[in-house]
């Protein structure tokens, strides 16, 4: 069975750090762009960081850049969001998402509907 496991969400007060991982179950990232997503409550989905197959290119929203950052490190079939100054406005289920592309495929794109396989989701609360 093909799973993306969340890890590392919690509380945190504004400006503190956090590290999400996405761990695949069942198969290799090797093949897959991946894509962390966020939704906070009363709020649409949004993308928010993605990394390419070979972690040559990633691309963030523009409330994020500067201070998130998305890495993959597929020998260990992980993926990685590194947040820090963190602020309320981050409050959100953070959701990982994959999509299976070929070998000249070098891009990512953080447009959801093309995302088909979606882990459980890991709550991140920023609050003093």
């Known amino acids: 069975q093909l799973q993306l496991v969340e890890s590392g969400g919690g509380l945190v007060q504004p400006g503190g750090s956090l590290r999400l991982s996405c761990a695949a179950s069942?198969?290799?990232?090797?093949?897959?762009?991946i894509g962390w997503f966020r939704q906070a409550p009363g709020k649409e989905r949004e993308g928010v960081s993605c990394?390419?197959?070979?972690?040559?290119?990633?691309n963030s929203a523009d409330s994020v850049k500067g201070r998130f950052t998305i890495s993959r490190d597929n020998a260990k079939n992980t993926v990685y969001l590194q947040m820090n100054n963190l602020k309320p406005d981050d409050t959100a289920v953070y959701y990982c998402?994959?999509?299976?592309?070929?070998?000249?495929?070098?891009?990512?794109?953080?447009?959801?509907?093309?995302?088909?396989?979606w882990g459980q989701g890991t709550q991140v609360t920023v609050s003093s």
């Open positions: 998402a994959g999509f299976r592309v070929g070998l000249l495929f070098r891009q990512c794109e953080l447009r959801s509907v093309l995302y088909d396989l």
């Open positions: 069942g198969f290799t990232l090797d093949y897959y762009v």
């Open positions: 990394i390419s197959r070979s972690g040559g290119s990633t």
